[in-house]
């Protein structure tokens, strides 16, 4: 299947909004244009291979500056100012004779009214073919070496980058609107996610005790340890393709039915906010494959261009002005944004861990040394070894006592990680009994002799 025939089938089948799809490179239509460029360039003898002998020997000048908009292509072709010889340049006899005598004439050559017809005239006054008209201007100028500097204004070029240069345009006013869209449903997300998971005690009315904050906590940290759209790794970082992102995003959602986290949800609102992340994403998974297949486009337009011109346009459209579509992704200030309003809203045990143990800090004491937090059982260890501080080896453990337990660490402990703080209390409560009553000891149920 050939690649304009596919593309065309990929933007009508993903389910792309229609405008967008009417904003999308228009591939068929470039493809069209760059045949009328080679039948231009045929006439003057500069066909692909003649082009870039002359790039890779002698200096051709490829397409200049885009940024007016009534740019028109042109070549500069140094030719000799005494025999208007390219210097075994692989050009037509005529095309040699055509340039011969514009390597003659300083004065430009007016481009007339009806280039179809016009007919120019060398020194000699012979006139030149209709063999070697065409629908390029051409004029000559002189240069400080005696050579001789032969404009070739290309139409049919022009008429190429008129088509693609709009459809840019379209696309980086597309990629804008899209990131504001996202950036107002993530805000939005984010203030139901902060609703949601506000410890039980802070809530009011008859679903006081109902928190989700648990069970959104375990969900965001899924989603962190999958990296959908941004790889962490060194041998693969940065911002993941289309099919990659697609491919984390499956397995994230895999994984949530596996564990039947969103089945715990226990108020209904965490359900919608829970869609509403989704369709968020899907969304952005969606911007990153509009954008892939237009970028694909270009480059593709962009090659055969190039392979069929020798014009060497794929270079200008890497400058600073049109960098926009090939240098900035959606998915990357989106990812950003839902890592920094929503991900960072729910906070994660990681963040609150003893650096021994790597559990919840409970109870937390803090060292002045460097201001660590360490769990007190850990820290009751450490004072019986004698030992150090972990982190910056001075003396402090030493000096630790209860007034170094950071209450008000404490209380936000308790507030946002109940279930852990329970769990860690128990787990003191027994290696206190195990300190007490020796490595036997069993903690069961009461019974009476």
Same mark, same amino acid.
């Given at each position: ?87 075994? !340049?692989? @050009?037509?006899?005529?095309?040699? &004779?055509?340039?011969? *005598? #514009? ?5 430009? +050559? %007016? ?57 840019? !345009?379209? @696309?980086?006013?597309?990629?804008? &609107?899209?990131?504001? *869209? #996202? ?5 939005? +997300? %984010? ?59 499956? @397995? ?17 609102? %965490? ?179």
């Amino acid at each position: 299947m050939k690649y304009g025939h596919e593309y065309a089938e990929l933007l009508a089948s993903e389910g792309f909004p229609e405008e967008w799809v009417s904003s999308a490179i228009s591939y068929r239509l470039l493809k069209k244009s760059i045949k009328k460029v080679q039948q231009e360039l045929s006439a003057l003898g500069l066909d692909a291979s003649t082009l870039q002998h002359l790039q890779s020997e002698f200096g051709v000048e490829a397409p200049g500056d885009r940024t007016s908009s009534n740019f028109v292509p042109e070549l500069w072709v140094a030719v000799d100012g005494d025999s208007g010889e390219f210097l075994d !340049a692989h @050009l037509t006899k005529e095309t040699k &004779e055509y340039f011969l *005598r #514009l390597a003659q004439n300083n004065d430009t +050559l %007016s481009e007339p009214d009806n280039r179809d017809s016009y007919i120019s005239h060398g020194t000699d006054g012979s006139s030149i073919s209709e063999h070697d008209q065409c629908d390029a201007s051409v004029h000559a100028s002189s240069a400080d070496n005696g050579a001789q500097w032969a404009h070739v204004h290309l139409h049919t070029a022009a008429n190429f980058f008129n088509l693609l240069d709009p459809k840019l !345009a379209q @696309l980086d006013v597309i990629q804008h &609107e899209e990131e504001k *869209r #996202l950036e107002t449903e993530i805000v939005e +997300l %984010s203030t139901e996610v902060t609703a949601l998971t506000e410890p039980a005690h802070l809530k009011k009315g008859k679903f006081k005790s109902r928190s989700d904050v648990t069970i959104w906590r375990e969900i965001l940290a899924l989603y962190v340890q999958h990296a959908i759209f941004f790889s962490p790794y060194e041998r693969d970082r940065g911002s993941r393709s289309f099919e990659k992102a697609k491919s984390h995003l499956e @397995l994230f959602s895999k994984d949530l039915v596996d564990q039947g986290l969103v089945k715990k949800f226990k108020e209904k609102s %965490s359900r919608h906010a829970f869609d509403h992340f989704v369709a968020i994403n899907l969304d952005i998974l969606k911007a990153m494959r509009f954008q892939e297949l237009n970028m694909e486009a270009v480059r593709k337009i962009l090659k055969k261009f190039d392979k069929r011109t020798a014009l060497g346009a794929a270079k200008s459209y890497q400058s600073e002005a049109y960098s926009g579509l090939f240098a900035k992704s959606v998915a990357t200030d989106m990812c950003a944004a839902m890592s920094q309003q929503v991900v960072t809203i729910v906070p994660q045990l990681d963040d609150y861990s003893c650096p021994v143990c790597c559990d919840v800090a409970w109870r937390p004491i803090r060292l002045e040394c460097c201001n660590t937090v360490f769990c007190i059982r850990c820290m009751i260890e450490l004072q019986k070894s004698k030992a150090k501080c972990p982190m910056c080896r001075s003396t402090s453990v030493i000096t630790a006592d209860s007034g170094s337990i950071d209450q008000q660490r404490a209380e936000y402990l308790v507030k946002y990680f109940p279930h852990e703080v329970k769990e860690k209390q128990k787990a003191n409560e027994l290696a206190v009994a195990i300190d007490k009553y020796g490595p036997e000891f069993k903690k069961g149920p009461c019974c009476v002799m």
